[in-house]
């Protein structure tokens, strides 16, 4: 999974123009998104039509402000620039609730 670095808003949609994408923001300190983290490789292997993307929600706490992640983990889905789908919210989430996430948006 790539790590982005700190950008902003307008930086972060050049970088998803071509292609589809799940950002999935996180924080070293959180205790829900610790308990996700060991489930990524595998969802990351079975959507593989997805590049993934952890975004640092302390390392670019402005890009969470601009797009409203007001909780974490959460995922948001891009395709070619614009915005699909969001699971936001604070509370810890399952690899089977990601994964009904990602197939409610193909």
């Known amino acids: 999974m790539e790590i982005l670095k700190k950008t902003n808003f307008k930086g972060l949609v050049q970088k ?5 994408y799940v950002l999935f923001f996180t924080a070293d300190w959180c ?4 308990f996700i983290k060991p489930a990524m490789p595998e969802i990351e292997a079975e959507y593989a039509n997805y590049k993934f993307i952890q975004v640092d929600r302390d390392e670019n706490i402005a890009l969470c402000q601009e797009m ?3 909780g974490i983990p959460s995922f948001v ?3 070619d620039g614009e915005e699909l789908a ?3 919210n604070k509370d810890r989430k399952t690899k089977k609730q ?5 197939n ?3």
């Open 16 to 20: 998803l123009q071509e292609g589809s």
């Open 31 to 34: 205790p829900d998104c610790r």
């Open 68 to 70: 409203m992640i007001l």
């Open 77 to 79: 889905v891009y395709k």
């Open 86 to 88: 969001r699971f936001v």
């Open 98 to 102: 990601v994964e009904d996430f990602l």
């Open 104 to 106: 409610s948006v193909d």
